[in-house]
């Protein structure tokens, strides 16, 4: 909680220059690349302060996030400033009555020399078959637990807006407005939709409106602003590269 308010963990790098020693003479501590599967890459400390720890603090908003409660790790390996780990981490799901589910996690991170996080790259793993899960533990048929998740999802959403998105940070008219978009004009998500102009990107999005409106507002809006959008797709999201700050070689640069 102390790292998601401070916006500004310096868990990860940021785009300093300064002589760590005389090894890594005028090193540069780039800013913090860091990338989730069926989401976004997230660029710099604050929104990955914001996203990393925020995400996963108590919340009353009735997310697809569950909250973290204990976890083993299972695999790993490391060598320099490399480090890949795979991590079966326990959650309980709020917003599915509850539920609690092991959810396997695997990393891949990189180092500078003052010991902060450059890049990482997590992937969730079977995160669709998660996803399908946690839909059909609300009950009924496929249909009627899919109807359910989304009357929640847009429920908790437009009373967040309502709570916390006000004056120039207004992104519908009313309660209804909202609930109307965002169970009538745009589609549910698929589980690797995350980042797409989405229901279930806008659920991810919400957790952290209440932190700083004036930024986050717009991702739960009509045009998700630039964060819920179908911009990235199939061809460029496998072609991106996260090597800007060091390849994935262990003593690269």
Not at 19 to 40: F, H, K, P, Y
Not at 134 to 155: C, Q, Y
Not at 208 to 235: F, N, W
Request: hydrophobic letters at 35%; aromatic letters at 10%.
């Amino acid at each position: 909680m102390k790292e998601a308010e401070s916006i500004n963990s310096t868990i990860f790098s940021d785009n300093v220059r300064s002589r760590l020693s005389l090894q890594d003479a005028c090193t540069e501590r780039s800013q913090i690349l860091g990338r989730v599967s069926d989401t976004r890459t997230f660029v710099g400390r604050e929104l990955n302060t914001e996203y990393i720890f925020g995400l996963f603090m108590p919340s009353d908003s009735l997310s697809i996030i569950g909250n973290p409660t204990e976890y083993e790790v299972i695999q790993f390996a490391a060598v320099q400033n490399i480090a890949s780990a795979t991590t079966r981490v326990n959650f309980t799901f709020p917003a599915f009555n509850n539920i609690s589910l092991p959810v396997v996690i695997n990393t891949w991170m990189t180092w500078n020399s003052a010991r902060q996080i450059t890049q990482y790259d997590v992937v969730f793993k079977w995160f669709g078959n998660l996803f399908q899960t946690l839909i059909l533990s609300l009950g009924g048929s496929a249909e009627e637990a899919s109807s359910k998740t989304v009357h929640k999802i847009a429920t908790s959403i437009c009373n967040s807006h309502k709570r916390y998105c006000n004056g120039t940070n207004a992104q519908y008219d009313s309660w209804e407005g909202c609930y109307s978009f965002l169970t009538n004009e745009i589609r549910v998500g698929q589980s690797f939709e995350l980042g797409g102009d989405t229901l279930m990107c806008r659920s991810v999005h919400e957790l952290m409106v209440k932190y700083r409106p004036g930024i986050h507002c717009s991702h739960i809006g009509p045009t998700g602003g630039g964060e819920c959008d179908d911009a990235l797709a199939y061809v460029e999201r496998v072609e991106e590269r996260l090597d800007t700050n060091s390849p994935w070689i262990a003593g690269g640069s």
